[in-house]
């Protein structure tokens, strides 16, 4: 309220068991109406249930009085919908059907909160979800957000690409608006090939104004391989957040599979898929990924449980963890950062978990602690980051020899060992220059190259 402009036009509603605005319209900010809601907040009492349907309701019901501007609810929970309509489907869509082209942020503030339907409103009106925890001050994040939604810059972006390109599975889809001093990535795939201009299209202060960038898109380049990998990273968040939000299938789980495998976009949920897929495949124990993740029994089952909780859990501890985790991936600015941070957050919530039947080899023990929880946790978090992303292909370590994921796909490829320092060893790096950065990696080295998969050893 501090922070509103001039020219803003606001309203604060107070919910509980029933919903109470403080002016009944969008008000103008001027020092009296800011200085009313000041006073209404300090006498805000922590009472009653939780009206979300009939708070988005009346929220989003303002919309019409503030004409082309754009418009913006900040919505702050620290429960789940206990009054009224408490279905989350019917709540959705009414919110979603409501909102046109309003903003809807939520702030999920604890754990007790229905992570689904914060995500799906959000989603759904080309916003945010953040989620404060116990131990995180919120005044900080809400103003954090605000300062930054205060100056908008480009509302309803929209890219269009030169004529001869397919442009798919951008991401973000729908590109949110832009706020000053802000920076917007998005990563996608592309096919065909042309030499044109990417056109941003978007309105400032109600008019529209468009923006012409050079670009080429050529049939192939070897430059810039970390792009590959953002994009993958980013399509994984979204493909486990689809697991997350609206079930499983097969589908989906063997995509994610595929990108986190190549890509290395490994965390406890992925690697638990890999680990999955490969016992079902039967993969020889020499080829699959994470062989001493498989041999150490409290590590995997924590991470068994960790998608477990994924799938299964609405709101708590492990459901706020997934989605900031998720969040964390489909953000991503850099593959590595979304990657640790997405892995701070399993941590964050192992003493949540705790795993039934990690105290017996039999399975029959009930019960975890976070005593047990933690060191597991830890222990799939460190097997799952034993990977390195290098010059484009992903290697994991296990027992000592850094494995090419490629390698794994052609198991009956011809096989071709090389002794580590051996004339042969510099010969082949003299004619395969490219391999370089694999090979330093170490002594004991598994990759692919063409159709044959090469070992150097000791």
Same mark, same amino acid.
Do not use: M
């Given at each position: 309220v501090a922070n509103l402009n001039e020219s803003d036009r606001?309203?604060?509603l107070r919910f509980s068991t029933e919903v109470e605005p403080l002016f009944d319209r969008l008000a103008e900010a001027g020092q009296d109406n800011r200085a009313r809601a000041e006073k209404f907040i300090k006498d805000l009492k922590p009472t009653g249930g939780t009206a979300i349907d009939d708070a988005l309701g009346k929220a989003l019901g303002l919309r019409s009085g503030a004409g082309d501007r754009p418009c913006a609810v900040i919505f702050l929970t620290d429960g789940r919908p206990t009054v009224g309509n408490t279905?989350?489907?019917?709540?959705?869509?009414?919110?979603?059907?409501?909102?046109?082209?309003?903003?809807?942020?939520?702030?999920?503030i604890g754990?007790?909160?229905?992570?689904?339907?914060?995500?799906?409103?959000?989603?759904?009106?080309?916003?945010?979800?953040?989620?404060?925890?116990?131990?995180? @001050?919120? +005044?900080?994040?809400?103003?954090?957000?605000?300062?930054?939604?205060?100056?908008?810059?480009?509302?309803?972006?929209?890219?269009?690409?030169?004529?001869?390109?397919?442009?798919?599975?951008?991401?973000?889809?729908?590109?949110? @608006?832009?706020?000053?001093g802000e920076q917007l990535v998005a990563a996608g795939? =592309?096919?065909?090939?042309?030499?044109?201009?990417?056109?941003?299209?978007?309105?400032?202060? %109600?008019?529209?104004?468009?923006?012409?960038?050079?670009?080429?898109?050529?049939?192939?380049?070897?430059?810039?391989?970390?792009?590959?990998?953002?994009?993958?990273?980013?399509?994984?968040?979204?493909?486990?957040?689809?697991?997350?939000?609206?079930? +499983?299938?097969?589908?989906?789980?063997?995509?994610?599979?595929?990108?986190?495998?190549?890509?290395?976009?490994?965390?406890? =949920?992925?690697?638990?898929?890999?680990?999955?897929?490969?016992?079902?495949?039967?993969?020889a124990q020499d080829t699959r990924t994470f062989r001493m993740l498989e041999r150490d029994d409290r590590a995997r089952r924590a991470s068994e449980q960790y998608f477990l909780g994924l799938k299964n859990e609405v709101s708590g501890g492990v459901a706020v963890s997934g989605a900031r985790s998720h969040g964390a991936l489909k953000e991503a600015q850099t593959s590595q950062d979304?990657?640790?941070?997405?892995g701070r957050e399993v941590l964050r919530a192992a003493p949540a978990t705790a795993p039934a039947a990690w105290g017996r080899?039999? %399975?029959?023990?009930?019960?975890?602690?976070?005593?047990?929880?933690?060191?597991?946790?830890?222990a799939a978090e460190e097997f799952a980051r034993q990977g390195r992303f290098i010059n484009g292909r992903t290697f994991y370590l296990n027992d000592g020899q850094w494995v090419d994921s490629e390698a794994q796909r052609k198991?009956?490829?011809?096989?071709?060992? /090389?002794?580590?320092?051996?004339?042969?060893?510099? @010969?082949?790096?003299?004619?395969?220059?490219?391999?370089?950065?694999?090979?330093?990696?170490?002594?004991?080295?598994?990759?692919? /190259? %063409?159709d044959v998969v090469y070992e150097v050893h000791e």
């Open positions: 606001f309203e604060v279905e989350e489907s019917q709540i959705v869509d009414r919110a979603l059907k409501a909102a046109g082209a309003a903003r809807v942020f939520c702030f999920g754990t007790d909160v229905n992570t689904h339907l914060l995500d799906r409103i959000t989603e759904g009106t080309r916003a945010a979800s953040q989620y404060v925890l116990p131990e995180e @001050d919120i +005044e900080v994040k809400v103003s954090a957000f605000f300062a930054k939604i205060r100056e908008p810059v480009l509302a309803n972006p929209r890219l269009k690409f030169p004529e001869g390109v397919r442009v798919t599975q951008l991401y973000p889809a729908a590109l949110p @608006d832009l706020f000053k795939r =592309y096919s065909g090939t042309a030499n044109g201009e990417i056109v941003l299209e978007g309105a400032v202060q %109600g008019e529209r104004r468009v923006f012409e960038f050079k670009a080429d898109f050529p049939a192939s380049s070897s430059g810039h391989g970390f792009i590959p990998r953002l994009w993958a990273t980013r399509r994984v968040g979204y493909l486990l957040d689809e697991l997350r939000l609206r079930g +499983e299938s097969k589908e989906l789980k063997d995509e994610v599979v595929e990108l986190a495998r190549k890509y290395g976009v490994v965390t406890p =949920y992925t690697a638990y898929l890999i680990l999955e897929d490969e016992q079902r495949r039967g993969l979304a990657l640790y941070q997405s080899q039999d %399975g029959g023990a009930r019960g975890g602690s976070a005593s047990t929880a933690q060191p597991a946790a830890q198991p009956n490829a011809r096989q071709v060992r /090389l002794e580590f320092g051996s004339q042969a060893y510099f @010969d082949f790096l003299s004619r395969h220059p490219e391999t370089a950065a694999w090979l330093a990696l170490g002594r004991k080295v598994r990759f692919l /190259l %063409g």
